[in-house]
């Protein structure tokens, strides 16, 4: 594994960077002293943080961190009152909140004036609907304007918002909406992806959804329910609304990630978790106001919420592209807006890698890029730094359930590509074997408490789910979180991919259960087993699908080919099969259980 950097941080870099602002402020010298500071003085840590990204609270916390009940139901800022939602809105009136583009257009900018009087009306549109502070509601859109003030106005309002990916099936968008039961759901007629038009609000429909508010990006006329509205007629015009304040630990948003039961796990965030997200771009992507942050994602995946509020909280400015990030228009868009941070899932890279199609735009306005979601490949990272004349990647990985990062990197050390060059700033985790031993490679587990950590889970229980047999290590209570890294010699980190049974399929985190769900619905399968793997030179994992045989006729390419479609329209049209293997039988723990570990190895070696 390279252990050489591809890139050094000048002085420059450091003394501009927000750590380097903290280190001095704090006497440390040294980045990895200040690291251990904040992870041994969290209370000190998170209170200077929260004092940084300037939080506003409505009511002062008598307490910065309460574990009187236990590190696994830890409180942060006890007994504040806020709106996470008036932190994003401290910026200057004319400053520049959001710019996006359209499909065929040219980049329109939108003041924070602006972006304020929209989530007002829409506060204010679903008051007019009856809605009362603690209904849901719902998203079912790309990452638009809109999609990001409606995401705003419902927690502006006190209304949970359930969002939910445009690229799910209406049998995936169904399952999300019998978990959650929003009173009403945003969507678009249709939405436009490389030239295709694809049905989204006729996907809603199939689901079964409530009452939906509709947004025009055809035009083509559109047929709706009878109980359903055109966005128009739903906005209000009341550019005022008075912000509902709330509890810390009032939910604002349900976001979903795999659950290895096969069942979407409903995670909820809390007024806290946003300042997790923040502070992670703070520190980790280096945001300063007047940044230009863009990350191409959706509301329905951590991410897009992270890009929220890891953006307004600190003054800069979200650039949304409205088509795929792969074509030249993408590449042209950046240069224009002269984004600073671009945050990518390394299969974007890969594509530009060998297309060459971003290589005429001068990026050079990035100061640095992240990447997250899926594990790297060295040389596709080492390409992307030289997209922007030699900037560093920050590298990426948390979850969910922990509203950010649990690994990165920063740019005030070397940067390796494809490397992690640090645990995230007021978290910390141990690597261990499967006999409970301290490790270099092995599977990672929580120290508790963290900032941004989830304490409750929609349809299950929190504590089962993460902290139930495991041990706890040298005194500390430990959090379970199922992926896998590898420590370095130079104390940097390679992710190894998952323990568990869930897996990252282009950014995207799912179980193998729900993969086996509908492949075994195949008549030639008579049970099957889902894994992931990694290619040989790291890079996005491969789908693979071990099965067990019913008698059938079919020739292995209408079985692969069946195998492809059954995921795409049951599950999501961005999973691909990559193989097909058939065996004579699974193989089995004495108790039953699939020996996934065992199938990756067995494909591996091959």
Known sequence: MNTHPNWKPTKEVIENSNIFKMMQKKGFDKYQDFW???VTNKEDFWAETVQNLNIKLAENYTKILDTSNGVEYAEWLKNAKLNIVDSCFQNDDDAIAII?????????KVSQKQLLQLVNKISNGLVDLGLKIGDRIAINMPMTLEAVAIYLAGIKAGMPVVTIADSFTPNEIEARLKITEPKIIFTQDVLYRSGKEIPLYKKVVEANAPKSIVLKASKESIQLRSEDVLWNAFLSSKTEFETVIQNTEDMITILFSSGTSGDPKAIPWTHITPIKSASDGYYHQDIHKKDVVCWPTNLGWMMGPWLVFAALINKATIA????MPRGEGFGEFIQNTKVTMLGVIPSFVKHWKSSKNMEKYNWDAIKCFSSTGEVSNADEMNYLMQLANNKPVIEYCGGTEIGG???????????IAGVFSTQALGGEFVLLNDKHNKCSKGELFLIPPIMGLSNALLTRNNYNVYYRDVLPFEGKVLR???DELEELSNGYYVARGRVDDAMNLGGIKVSSVQIEGVINTLDFIKESAAIAVSPENGGPSLLVIFYVENPSRLLENQRVEQAINCVKEKLNPLFRVHDLVKLEALPRTASNKVLRRSLRDLYESK
Request: proline share 7%; hydrophobic share 25%; charged share 20%.
């Open 36 to 38: 251990k500071w904040s």
């Open 100 to 108: 996006y583009q359209e499909i065929g257009g040219d980049p329109e």
């Open 320 to 323: 949304l592209y409205y088509d």
């Open 405 to 415: 990062g649990y690994v990165a990197s920063t740019v005030v050390q070397p940067n």
């Open 480 to 482: 379970r979180h199922g």
